[in-house]
């Protein structure tokens, strides 16, 4: 059994993503179903839940980077729950948080389209994981969209540096994140038909 605090919760299709981090050892897991590989948006599990959890490593033939984090949740219980001030004071005791500038996320690896997306792909260098946390030394401002938003960040001059989709589950969504506020990001998992194999940056959630 491990204790598992739940620390992402973002719409994949049809399907709900989990991430969480053992707090036993810190490790960032990715919290697939017994079988398949999303849950159902209903699915009664929440930011800040802490699960007395069982899971089952994925074989390594199925693990590539960067999506190293892939685990196979089999049974669990919530016991706790933190939110508000207590998750971020968890959060922050769990994870090393660097503030940094989009180009440095996930070490630097993370290239850029013409307009502004964010990705890594296998061309330059990969990741040995898909998930993070980062605090910005600037705002994110939102972009409302027909299907859910994205945000921009701007340099000094005003130039889009990143433009990146939101595909967290919050209602509320605020018009600009401050810098210094703890980001979680993630990498999507490629488009079939993408000869690039490029997996996009994704803005999982944040934490104030």
Same mark, same amino acid.
């Given at each position: 059994?491990?204790?598992?605090?739940?620390?992402?919760?973002?719409?994949?299709?049809?399907?709900?993503?989990?991430?969480?981090?053992?707090?036993?050892?810190?490790?960032?897991?990715?919290?697939?179903?017994?079988?398949?590989?999303?849950?159902? &948006?209903? =699915?009664?599990? $929440?930011?800040?839940? @802490?699960?007395?959890?069982?899971?089952? /490593?994925?074989?390594? %033939?199925? #693990?590539?980077?960067?999506?190293?984090?892939?685990?196979?949740?089999?049974?669990?219980?919530?016991?706790?729950?933190?939110?508000?001030?207590?998750? &971020?004071? =968890?959060?922050? $005791?769990?994870?090393? @948080?660097?503030?940094?500038?989009?180009? /440095?996320?996930?070490? %630097?690896? #993370?290239?850029?389209?013409?307009?502004?997306?964010?990705?890594?792909?296998?061309?330059?260098?990969?990741?040995?994981?898909?998930?993070?946390?980062?605090?910005?030394?600037?705002?994110?401002?939102?972009?409302?969209?027909?299907?859910?938003?994205?945000?921009?960040?701007? %340099?000094?001059?005003?130039?889009?540096?990143?433009?990146?989709?939101?595909?967290?589950?919050?209602?509320?969504?605020?018009?600009?994140?401050?810098?210094?506020?703890?980001?979680?990001?993630?990498?999507?998992?490629?488009?079939?038909?993408?000869?690039?194999?490029?997996?996009?940056?994704?803005?999982?959630?944040?934490?104030?």
């Amino acid at each position: 059994m491990a204790h598992v605090l739940i620390v992402g919760k973002t719409n994949m299709g049809k399907q709900l993503c989990l991430g969480g981090i053992v707090l036993e050892n810190r490790r960032s897991v990715r919290l697939l179903p017994s079988k398949g590989t999303g849950h159902p &948006l209903d =699915k009664p599990i $929440d930011l800040g839940d @802490v699960w007395d959890m069982v899971f089952n /490593e994925v074989p390594a %033939s199925e #693990i590539a980077a960067p999506h190293t984090e892939d685990v196979r949740a089999i049974s669990g219980r919530r016991i706790g729950r933190y939110s508000g001030n207590e998750l &971020l004071k =968890k959060l922050v $005791d769990c994870i090393t @948080v660097r503030t940094i500038d989009p180009q /440095e996320l996930f070490d %630097s690896h #993370i290239r850029f389209t013409r307009n502004a997306r964010g990705y890594v792909s296998p061309r330059h260098s990969l990741p040995q994981y898909s998930t993070g946390f980062w605090r910005f030394r600037l705002p994110l401002l939102r972009i409302a969209e027909d299907d859910g938003s994205r945000f921009w960040v701007l %340099s000094e001059r005003g130039r889009i540096i990143l433009d990146v989709k939101y595909v967290g589950l919050e209602e509320e969504v605020p018009e600009e994140i401050s810098p210094g506020a703890l980001l979680r990001f993630s990498l999507a998992h490629p488009f079939p038909d993408d000869p690039q194999k490029r997996c996009f940056l994704q803005l999982s959630g944040w934490f104030l």
